[in-house]
């Protein structure tokens, strides 16, 4: 979700909450475009993070410290020298922009007390930490603007600080009915577009959680809406930004296949198909958030290179698999030469010498049957000349039968390891992939005289009825789970004929309920290629029934008589266990 009007509200009512008030004993510029604030307050020092950067500009409380230049930069030492032991007299917001101003009461040289204002401008590549006196004057800034930068306003020391208007929106904090319908009447765009292009701070995903409470479509032109539907429409608008008015927030993070899709202060009503996590904290939010998609981030870049090697051989034996088909169509009429020399061999003794063709009865189907031949040879070369046609097909359709099976047995064990790196959520993780690629000998290894230990663990849930249950991140841990960690009453659970892990119930001797059965099952349809689908069909069966066959590739096992369920992969009430 974009950082936006609705989100600093949020922020603002957080720190109003906790540093209002408090005095700034530390200020350090840790980045170029970053500051990070101690403030002292009645219940203990806390840190308050602001990045200005173009890329990801934000604010929030944090415990975090990070380390600083050496020497401060001068922007720096010019708050220290001003705002240093300042205390915090009000925190506010203009509207629902996307600015926070922070008014600072401090002591001159000669102990007379003066008021400073730091302005937080989170606007994207335009985000800006601004530092005025009390008459708006800029005195400095982390980022200077010149004209030459900026037609619409300079930000230098000397200058006067004012909130550029560039987009004409409405404040949605005072609009009126009146002017709320004429500003979508205006609008020849899809209503949910109609409504973020008109009012200030309010980002496409909150627009469509409005439109989406009143029922509409945010697809349909607002030109259309009728005024009855305007009325509604207005209505949960006024209740959007009622709670806002009041901090009625309340802030979550929407998971998509364990990513964070979006965060926002105040739930939406269309996200239901997404797992929430609820927080107490915006500040909280925007940490896990942005460490979380950081995080994924990260290890989908390191990942890179893994995804490669596997792709390449993927599509390699994909390539192979499909020209050895082919091949084996070739062979499909290998008995018809069988039978075209034992019919020779049956009625060419009165064939005459120069005869190109054959016809008689084929005792096999009591039919009719022409056969070709060779006029130059004779009916016995003729008949062995089939015979030798048969057998040479034979042959190549039993080595390509084999071949066909270890081309398709390495399709599905690298479709397991595209899952596995799909899955992956540290480096770790890679790690273990890597070394099983490398045992694979899909990965050249490195010989190095410091050997590297691996260690990492299965993914480990609660069911609803306390049941332990593990789930392999990859081939290695599916083979531990199931043949080294897991006993042979406990249930193993696998999406059936997709690639996915393998999912072990701990039943401690007991007969498992069904509800845990369930959640094994949503779990293994969760973490295989059949993920987000709404029927997932899941084998299951106790684990003594499972077995691994000689030589096999990690990950893979055979098993006979198990059973079955057609389930979700919707996770969202099931337990993770942090180990």
């Known amino acids: 979700m974009a950082f936006d009007g609705t989100t600093i509200a949020a922020v603002r009512k957080e720190l109003s909450d906790s540093i209002l008030g408090g005095r700034i004993y530390k200020i350090a510029q840790p980045e170029p475009d970053e500051l990070l604030i101690t403030i002292k307050t009645p ?89 005025c006196d009390d008459k708006d004057k800029i005195l400095d800034s982390i980022k200077h603007v010149s004209a030459q930068m900026s037609s619409v306003r300079e930000v230098l020391p000397g200058r006067t600080y004012f909130i550029p208007d ?47 409470g009143s029922g509409l479509d945010t697809d349909i032109p607002a030109s259309d809406i009728s005024e009855d539907m305007l009325i509604h429409l207005y209505r949960q608008f006024s209740y959007y930004i009622e709670d806002l008015k009041e901090g009625n927030f309340h802030p979550v993070i929407y998971y998509s296949n364990e ?88 009625y060419g003794y009165n064939l005459n010498p120069e005869a190109k063709s054959l016809t008689c009865l084929n005792y096999y189907t009591n039919e009719d049957i022409t056969i070709p031949l060779d006029p130059q040879k004779t009916p016995q070369e003729n008949a062995q000349k089939y015979f030798a046609k048969y057998n040479k097909q034979k042959r190549t359709f039993e080595a390509l039968s084999e071949l066909i099976q270890e081309t398709a047995d390495e399709i599905s064990y690298l479709e397991s390891v595209s899952n596995s790196l799909d899955i992956a959520l540290s480096e770790a993780d890679l790690g273990q992939i890597k070394e099983e690629l490398t045992a694979s000998g899909y990965v050249r290894r490195k010989f190095t005289k410091k050997k590297v230990k691996l260690t990492n663990k299965p993914m480990h849930y609660i069911s609803s009825d306390g049941y332990d249950i593990y789930v392999g991140k990859n081939n290695i841990q599916n083979d531990e789970l199931t043949f080294s960690f897991a006993n042979g009453g406990d249930w ?22 069904d509800r845990t059965f369930e959640e094994a099952g949503r779990l293994a349809a969760y973490y295989s290629k059949n993920r987000g689908s709404d029927k997932v069909e899941i084998d299951y069966i106790e684990k003594k ?28 009430n099931i337990k993770v266990v942090q180990d």
């Open 492 to 513: 193993w659970f696998h999406a059936k004929g997709a690639p996915g892990s393998h999912v072990i119930v701990k039943t401690n001797g007991d007969e498992l309920p």
């Open 259 to 346: 990513v964070p899709k979006e965060f926002t202060a105040i739930p939406f009503s269309h996200y239901g198909n997404y797992r929430a996590e609820c927080f107490d904290s915006i500040s909280r939010v925007l940490r896990t958030y942005y460490a979380t998609r950081n995080t994924v981030t990260r290890i989908r870049q390191k990942s890179a290179d893994l995804r490669h090697v596997v792709q390449t051989n993927l599509e390699r034996a994909r390539k192979k698999y499909d020209l050895q088909s082919n091949q084996l169509q070739g062979t499909e009429d290998r008995e018809k030469y069988k039978v075209y020399g034992e019919l020779i061999n049956t």
């Open 43 to 131: 219940e203990g020092q806390r840190k308050l993070y602001i990045s200005a950067s173009a890329s990801l500009p934000l604010i929030y409380l944090t415990d975090e410290n990070k380390p600083s230049p050496m020497t401060a930069p001068g922007f720096c030492m010019l708050l220290r020298k001003y705002v240093g032991n300042g205390r915090i007299t009000a925190i506010s917001q203009p509207g629902l922009e996307r600015i926070l101003f922070f008014d600072i009461e401090h002591l001159n040289e000669l102990g007379d007390l003066c008021r400073k204002r730091l302005i937080v401008e989170i606007m994207g590549k335009h985000s800006n930490i601004i530092f």
């Open 166 to 212: 560039t987009m004409s929106k409405l404040d949605p904090l005072t609009v009126s009915f009146k002017n709320f319908v004429l500003a979508l009447r205006e609008k020849p765009a899809a209503l949910g577009k109609a409504i973020y292009t008109s009012f200030t701070g309010i980002s496409p995903v909150v627009a469509e959680h409005i439109v989406s």
């Open 545 to 572: 029934h499972v077995k691994k066959p000689n030589g096999a590739k990690p990950g893979f096992v055979v098993y006979y008589t198990n059973y079955s369920l057609v389930i979700d992969s919707d996770i969202s």
